[in-house]
C-alpha cells in the first residue's frame, strides 16, 4: 500500500507514504506540493546511503534537516491525497521515521499507526464457478487498513466430499476498483463447495478470515 491514510485522536488529516522506488513518482509530488511552504527538498542516489537513496527535507522550523532512506515512512500531517494529487497547507508538517539521529523510528511509525490498529476487512466473498474444468473466482472487498502490505489465502469446503482444506490459488490476485479476485484451481467437477478467503498482514496476529461465500457446482 503506497499511500497510508491513518488518524489521530485529534482529527489531523494525516498521510504517510514509505520511500521505495515505486513510490517516486507519489514523492516527488509531495515535495512539489512542499515548496511553496518553505520546504527545501533534494533526492539523492549513492551507494553510500541504505537502499542506496536518501531524500532531505528541510523546513523553516527545524534547525537540522531530515533524511529519508529506502523502507523509512514520511508522515505528512494536515494533507490529503486524493487521485494521485496531495493537498497541503501551511498547517502541513513533515516528519520522517527512520534511523537518522534525532528522528523517530520506523518501529514508533508501525507502533503509532499500523501494528496496533485494526484490520479493516468487510464483505463475504463471492464465488463464480469457471467453465474451465475445476476452476472458480472468488471475489471479494480490498482491506481498507493500514497494516498493509496484504497477502492471500483460500479455504475450499467440498460439501460433496465433506472436506475442508486449502485451495489451491492460480497467479497472483487482481486487484481492481477496491476488489481482489483470487483464481482458485483444483477443485473437483460436479462437487458443490463454498470458499471462504483470509487475509494476512505483516504483523503477527494481525489477520482475519472471511464468512463463507455462497455454494457454486464445479464445471
Do not use: C
Not at 496496533?116 to 468487510?122: G, I, P, R, S, T
Amino acid at each position: 500500500m503506497a499511500i497510508l491514510p491513518v488518524s489521530r485522536i485529534n482529527q489531523q488529516s494525516l498521510v504517510a507514504i514509505q520511500v521505495w522506488t515505486a513510490n517516486a513518482p507519489d514523492i516527488v509530488n509531495l515535495f512539489a506540493a512542499l515548496l511553496p511552504y518553505g520546504y527545501g527538498t533534494n533526492s539523492q542516489t549513492d551507494i553510500k546511503y541504505p537502499g542506496y537513496w536518501r531524500l532531505t527535507i528541510q523546513d523553516s522550523v527545524r534547525a537540522e534537516p531530515q533524511y529519508a532512506y529506502t523502507g523509512e515512512y514520511i508522515l505528512v500531517t494536515d494533507a490529503t491525497y486524493t487521485g494521485g494529487v496531495w493537498n497541503v497547507s501551511s498547517a502541513t508538517d513533515v516528519v520522517v521515521y527512520g534511523v537518522s539521529t534525532g528522528q523517530p523510528s520506523v518501529a514508533d511509525f508501525i507502533a503509532a499507526f499500523t501494528n496496533n490498529m485494526a484490520l479493516e476487512w468487510a464483505g463475504t466473498p463471492v464465488a463464480t464457478a469457471k467453465t474451465s474444468s475445476g476452476q472458480a473466482t472468488l471475489v471479494f472487498q480490498q482491506p481498507t487498513s493500514a497494516n498493509g502490505p496484504f497477502t492471500y489465502t483460500a479455504t475450499v469446503n467440498d460439501q460433496t466430499a465433506n472436506t475442508t482444506g486449502s485451495a489451491t490459488i492460480s497467479g497472483a490476485p487482481v486487484v481492481a476498483d477496491g476488489q481482489v479476485t483470487l483464481t482458485i484451481t483444483g477443485l473437483t467437477a460436479g462437487h458443490l463447495v463454498a470458499l471462504t478467503a483470509s487475509v494476512n498482514t505483516q504483523y503477527s496476529g494481525v489477520n482475519a478470515t472471511s464468512a463463507p461465500s455462497n455454494t457454486i457446482t464445479i464445471q
